[in-house]
């Protein structure tokens, strides 16, 4: 089958060229990469063109005229593709040799998958590893086996965590209409594996596929369990606000849901009314933490279900 690369620039420069590199040295050859950048101001567009014109892989270059956000740019960017297969692709990352090979591997040898992710190492600003996994950062527990599997639950892991990374994801094209458009507020890569795991089967593989990048340009981090880092964060993006995002988004996917009902899923509509209710409880919650405490504690049940539990209780207890 043949293989699509979807990525999206903006202002890419500082790590671009290491990243195309390990795309043109992928052990399974690709059909095209599609390349949309979203009105970068630095030199990223004269690095895409000084690789295209000394690789011999088929790069196509659209230079956006406004700016779309990251989400629209990856609609966009999909959407332009023809390959049968589909590997999103930040700036940002390394990936190792072997990644397109052994997701498109996954999705060949299984017809009802309709896309693979895998974990990831993580690597700083100067390309050296950190000694931690991509999975363990978004609360995704670790396979014993080496081996893919198929995701029945993960429906029921992504009321609680956004565990699939686009920089790791391959998709079918087939399932474009199914996948595209990405309402907001959703973020491509979350907005997509929900789309997946409704309506088609969807590979995990613990095998790290990529390096992912933490630098200081990215707003949070992956993998802190530090908790007063935990709580500044929450400060700074504020807690009604988050959960008032995460409302709107699984209102998005309860209004799919109800258009075009799932074919196979491990949850109920009832679970994302139930998500839906936390969120809107979050951003209602009292300022008096005296009232605040029994409204949380009421909840409990519908935290340890439809969020990370515990630690979200306690945020929402003291910001």
């Not at 699509?4 to 095209?32: G, H, K, W």
Request: proline residues 5%.
């Amino acid at each position: 089958m043949r293989i699509s690369v979807a990525m999206c620039t903006y202002n890419a420069s500082r790590f671009l060229r290491e990243q195309l590199d390990s795309i043109a040295f992928q052990t399974r050859p690709i059909e095209e990469l599609v390349i949309c950048d979203d009105g970068s101001q630095d030199n990223t567009a004269e690095i895409i063109r000084n690789f295209s014109l000394n690789t011999s892989l088929h790069v196509r270059f659209i230079q956006n005229g406004q700016n779309l956000g990251t989400a629209r740019n990856f609609e966009k960017s999909i959407s332009m593709c023809k390959g049968e297969l589909i590997a999103l692709c930040d700036q940002d990352d390394v990936w190792f040799p072997e990644k397109l090979e052994k997701l498109a591997g996954i999705l060949e040898g299984d017809h009802t998958l309709g896309g693979a992710f895998s974990d990831a190492e993580l690597i700083d600003e100067q390309s050296q590893p950190l000694g931690r996994r991509l999975w363990a950062g978004v609360h995704y527990a670790n396979l014993d086996s080496p081996h893919c599997h198929a995701e029945g639950p993960l429906a029921r892991t992504l009321l609680k965590y956004e565990v699939v990374t686009g920089a790791t994801l391959m998709i079918r094209a087939a399932l474009r209409d199914q996948v595209l458009p990405i309402p907001p507020p959703w973020i491509h890569d979350g907005w997509i594996a929900w789309m997946l795991v409704l309506h088609s089967g969807i590979a995990a593989t613990p095998d790290p596929l990529v390096k992912y990048r933490i630098h200081h340009a990215q707003q949070v981090g992956i993998g802190s369990n530090r908790v007063l880092e935990r709580l500044h964060q929450a400060r700074e993006v504020g807690r009604k606000q988050h959960a008032l995002t995460v409302a709107r988004r699984f209102e998005a996917i309860r209004a799919h849901w109800v258009q075009n009902p799932p074919s196979r899923c491990s949850i109920s509509l009832d679970d994302i009314d139930a998500k839906i209710q936390l969120s809107h409880l979050r951003v209602n919650l009292s300022s008096n933490y005296l009232i605040r405490i029994p409204e949380v504690g009421r909840a409990a049940h519908l935290y340890l279900k439809y969020s990370r539990g515990i630690p979200i209780m306690c945020r929402d207890l003291l910001v």
